[in-house]
């Protein structure tokens, strides 16, 4: 699928790529709460926050850092190469270089897909480009931006953005309120909305919003804060997410077309000073989460694990967890939840299964690890 390997070391050395030095890497470690009847090894550490990751193999994978640098990875020879032409990220507070998937046909077409905060005149928002990607190259090619949402904000925080694509050419990504709660629920805005697109960026026709006086067209649901998890299971047809509450009110969320998810007239959380917000947990017209989260656990990521090579996690969601620093694990009917590795003291930043059924994660210190059975 990728070449020769022989070109690949040529340009490899052509394009300034690291090799790792660092003798813990690939190696397995001890933790005390780890799955049962799996181990564990970190295979990368010392960048900064890894914001995506994406698989091209069991060995080579595609990562965001959210100071604005993409790389490409191969774990089992601890190369690590730059790939240059991203375009200007806005990098503070919340915002960076978000996620990025593989095309759909990434065999056949070469193209990438990357979520990033983009400098506007109003502030920063939430972007998203697709550009040509070849295996063991070191610069993007054909960069173009797709979309770039109309937030109007100055601020810093709730950008979303993970990215998902479901099996009849569409692509999914989330944008969250930017600290405009309001706005959630206006469909002239695409604060606090989960976008659907066609590939080449262009509006759906069945998009639910499309004709509606004044609403954003790119709009598939509405009244979410933040949300950093985005799932797509080709398995169910159905499309998942999670989001970050305030103080309290994490959600997991089956996320329909055209349906309202309440932010910030419902909520199961609280202002971080105390008083509630809105009228409650429940109103009609508003959807209920499936799985909520009080206190806050600060989900970054989701996924739904399908392959069943890890019994712990067999069709199970699994979701990093940034505040509470843990691997969540919660039953497919939300009743049961199992909380691992709180003992490694990491903020999970992104989950992501491999084509083998192995768990990989990144932290907020620059590492990713791979859980695997034993």
Known sequence: MFGCINRFFFLATVFLTVILASESLGQNITVKDLP??????????????????????????????????????????????????????????????????????????????????KKIETGDTTALARAQWTFGEAKLKSVRELFFGKTD????????????????????????????????????????KIIRLKLDGSVPSDNPFVGVKSALPEIYSLGHRNPQGLFYSLKEGKLYNSEHGPRGGDEINEVKRGLNYGWPVITYGREYYGPKIGDGPVKP?????????????????????????????????????????????????????????????????????????HLLFTTDSGEIYRISPL
């Open 36 to 117: 049962p009847n799996t181990k564990i090894e970190k295979l990368i550490d010392g960048l900064d926050v890894i914001w995506g990751l994406e698989l091209l193999s069991e060995d080579d994978a595609l990562i965001t850092v959210k100071s604005g640098k993409m790389y490409y990875l191969n774990f089992n020879k601890r190369i690590r190469m730059q790939i240059d032409g991203v375009p200007p990220v806005s990098t503070s507070g919340q915002a960076g270089l978000l996620d990025v998937r593989l095309s759909p046909d990434f065999k056949n077409d070469k193209q990438i897909y990357f979520t990033y905060a």
């Open 153 to 192: 904000n100055g601020g810093s925080v709730h950008f979303g953005s993970r990215i998902a694509f479901d099996h009849a050419g569409h692509i999914f990504f989330g944008i969250g309120d930017r600290g405009e709660r309001n706005r959630a629920q206006e469909l002239n805005w695409h604060n606090g």
């Open 285 to 357: 017209g508003m959807e209920q989460p499936f799985k909520v989260y009080v206190p806050s656990i600060a989900p970054s990521s989701l996924i739904k694990y399908e392959s069943g090579k890890i019994k712990a996690f067999t069709n199970s969601f699994i979701l990093g967890a940034l505040v509470l620093e843990h691997l969540n694990v919660v039953s497919a009917d939300g009743e049961v939840e199992n909380r691992y590795l709180q003992s490694m003291s990491k903020r999970i930043r992104q989950v992501k299964e491999s084509p083998a059924g």
